[in-house]
């Protein structure tokens, strides 16, 4: 095997990498600002894929518009659940496994959604690049790949800026820090976890988007992505931002060698071992000595 | 209708529930419903399997479906392409799955919560993988034909019928038990309940492992229920239906999640009349009650009851028939 095609098994795996990543960092912010581990990230992942869909690929709205579209859409309802749903649920006292079971009724309830919207049948589109594989030197990569990797760049070029410098940037990481003297400093709580949720589903919609060219969308995909985020989430080490990132990367770039060298077939498989083996042994992860801050 | 109260308060909300559901059959219900009430009473063991599990040990996990499918197909492979008799079947594969949820349980001494939802959703997944890509075993996504019956129609019915009915007596009577209140212990509070003398993983193991057979002895009237299995039977999707059913049934209560199991069983084909939209509206339905679980509290319920119909006052209370 020759240098060229390692570093397009590297390409492919960053790009499923990234998208995980991105679903990630919603559940690892929703974790940090609330303690819950938000189970239908991965189903509200893919109803961003079909809003898209419809927006893009059916209405035909520009690229930019329907990207945008879809992701204020999905942030909004994320904002609605939050205030509607979750929030209650965490002021009302109720056990956090009660809580856990409702993101699991919300799953329920999103696919079926999905399913009646959209129908069963898998679904793509692609980006403004196109489908025409593109020369790079020795190497052939498909143009959305390429795509992927710069907005997934920008958008954690932007969402770092966000939490360092941004007021609300700062409110999240003080409520998730230490939420009473966050709430005894004016942090209006309900409203951030309200963000928090805007964001994470926003997050999730751009994942959404973009794994869409690569894996047809289908209406109850969400749960094996969600579970190869926590995957990630738990590589990276809970709550960290960076954590989820390569957590993510790791996660992608495994299941792309792991397909491409042992069986395609068992690569999920492959990836819940590894997912239960840092369950049991190392359920704080790689990094979680080095980076112990939250993000 | 006191005397009635009286009555079922005798012999109890969970036996009344079974002579009713031995009394349905002879209604004459139509093929179809009739089928439905046995999916129900199918679904009855893998609510009690999570009554043990979640309501009485307050272990959360996501991997039953995974449990009923190594049930199914362990009975499945062994009557198709092992020729074994079904009544073998019937003891072996609740065993098989004994044996997959002992080893499930050993992750539950390190994983609380959502750590350990993550590891049954994990579990279940790579069993439906494995299902799926194992074709000469298993028919893979084709599924698994003509699979042996122990019985057929209403001696099936009414072989299940006692079969979860003595699974039911058995967890009311296991929640009164040494074992019953070894597993409250460790849902309450693990550490105190190990510095009392309850030990903890023995204990957390034993409820795996209840769980499982019963989850187990499901699959197995699954498999006798249509004769045909197939991976898709056993997603994600019937683990979370299975947890709401425990959830809405108020966890740790037996009759509870009996009549739950029924009733979110039915409550899709009850909607039929919305072609389209009724798994949404199933959904809907699902999600609400999540959310004002607090609303549909049991105690609730009694005071709403204890306000319509005042209780005599104490003379019957100190005869000890309360």
Redesign the interface.
């Known amino acids: 095997m020759g240098f060229d095609t390692v570093l397009q098994i590297l390409i492919q795996g960053l790009n499923m990498g990234l998208i995980y990543a991105l679903a990630a960092l919603g559940i690892s912010l929703i974790w940090n600002a609330t303690g819950l581990f938000n189970f239908a990230q991965g189903d509200l992942l893919t109803m961003g894929g079909f809003v898209m869909l419809s927006m893009f690929a059916k209405w035909a709205l520009p690229y930019p518009l329907a990207f945008v579209l879809t992701v204020v859409v999905m942030g909004l309802l994320g904002y609605l659940l939050s205030q509607g749903f979750f929030y209650p649920m965490f002021s009302q006292g109720l056990h956090p496994d009660i809580i856990i079971i409702g993101t699991i009724a919300l799953i329920v309830l999103v696919q079926n959604g999905i399913l009646l919207l959209w129908g069963p049948h898998p679904q793509r589109f692609s980006t403004p690049l196109g489908d025409h594989p593109v020369h790079l030197g020795q190497i052939i990569v498909m143009p959305y790949y390429l795509w992927n990797i710069a907005i997934v760049v920008v958008l954690v070029i932007v969402l770092q800026m966000f939490f360092k410098k941004s007021m609300i940037g700062i409110a999240m990481r003080a409520v998730a820090q230490r939420p009473v003297a966050a709430a005894l400093m004016g942090v209006r709580t309900n409203q951030l976890v309200a963000l928090t949720f805007l964001l994470a589903t926003g997050l999730a919609a751009v994942a959404g988007i973009l794994i869409a060219p690569i894996i047809p969308l289908t209406p109850e995909m969400g749960s094996i992505v969600a579970l190869k985020a926590f995957a990630a989430v738990l590589i990276g080490g809970l709550g960290s931002f960076a954590g989820a990132l390569i957590g993510g990367i790791v996660i992608g770039v495994a299941e792309v060698v792991f397909a491409t060298l042992v069986v395609p077939t068992y690569k999920d498989v492959f990836i819940f071992l590894i997912l239960i083996a840092f369950l049991l042994f190392r359920p704080r992860g790689i990094f979680s000595s080095e980076i112990s801050e939250k993000v | 209708m006191a005397k009635l109260a009286a009555l079922l308060k005798h012999i109890g909300a969970t036996q009344a529930i079974f002579l009713v559901l031995l009394l349905i059959p002879l209604l004459g219900v139509p093929s179809y419903q009739f089928y439905i009430l046995e999916r129900g009473l199918q679904n009855v063991l893998v609510v009690l399997s999570l009554v043990i599990l979640?309501g009485y040990t307050?272990q959360?996990s996501?991997g039953q479906a995974g449990l009923v499918a190594v049930g199914a197909y362990t009975y499945g492979i062994l009557c198709v392409n092992f020729g074994l008799s079904p009544w073998l079947g019937l003891i072996a594969a609740p065993l098989a799955t004994g044996l997959v949820g002992l080893i499930l349980g050993f992750?539950s001494f390190?994983?609380t919560?959502?750590?350990l939802?993550?590891?049954t959703?994990?579990?279940s997944?790579?069993v439906r993988?494995?299902i799926l890509?194992n074709e000469k075993l298993t028919g893979g996504p084709f599924g698994l034909n003509r699979i042996p019956t122990i019985f057929d129609g209403l001696k099936l019915y009414y072989f299940m019928l006692v079969v979860a009915f003595l699974a039911a007596i058995g967890t009311l009577r296991l929640s009164r038990s040494y074992i019953g209140l070894a597993f409250k212990a460790i849902r309450e509070d693990e550490i105190a309940a190990e510095s009392m003398g309850v030990h903890v993983r023995n204990f957390k193991l034993l409820a795996f492992i209840i769980s499982a057979v019963l989850a187990g002895i499901s699959g197995v009237f699954f498999a006798n229920m249509s004769g045909y299995l197939n991976p898709d039977s056993f997603?994600?999707?019937e683990s979370?239906?299975y947890?709401?059913m425990v959830?809405l049934g108020g966890m740790s209560n037996v009759g509870g999640g009996i009549l739950s199991s029924f009733a979110v069983t039915s409550l899709p084909e009850a909607l039929r009349f919305m072609v389209?939209?009724r798994?949404?509206v199933?959904?809907?339905i699902?999600?609400l009650?999540?959310?004002y679980?607090?609303v549909l509290e049991i105690e609730n319920f009694k005071r709403i009851i204890r306000r319509l119909w005042p209780t005599p006052p104490a003379a019957d209370r100190d005869k000890g028939n309360v």
């Open positions: 979640l307050g959360l996501l992750p390190k994983l919560g959502p750590f939802v993550v590891n959703i994990a579990f997944e790579i993988i494995l890509n997603t994600f999707n979370s239906t947890l709401l959830v389209r939209s798994m949404v199933y959904s809907i699902l999600l009650m999540v959310r679980t607090k």
